[in-house]
């Protein structure tokens, strides 16, 4: 499986998030924000290998802990 980037991971992570945390854009922004988290969804589920976006963020935060210490996670795996 190719290895997304750490860096692009953590603003799919940090954007999705942030998109689910907000309220009250009218009903045109809400659509806009749907449109937009559909889209993270599908792309951190494409970027971790995973089908549902809650299996895709823990996944993701696996992968980033294991960028930031390599030698942790191969003795953990």
């Known amino acids: 499986m190719l290895m997304p980037h ?4 953590r603003g799919l992570i940090e954007e999705y998030e942030a998109l689910m945390a907000r309220e009250g854009d009218g009903e045109a922004g ?3 924000r749907a449109l937009r988290a559909q889209d ?3 792309t951190l589920c494409v970027s971790t290998g ?8 823990a996944t ?9 210490d390599p030698e942790e996670s191969a003795i953990a795996g």
Not at 50 to 56: C, P
Not at 60 to 68: E, N, S
Request: hydrophobic residues 50%; positive net charge.
């Open 6 to 9: 750490p860096v692009v991971l």
């Open 30 to 32: 809400k659509g806009r």
């Open 40 to 42: 993270l969804a599908y």
């Open 50 to 57: 995973t089908r549902e976006v809650g299996q895709a963020l």
């Open 60 to 68: 993701a935060r696996r992968l980033l802990t294991a960028a930031r």
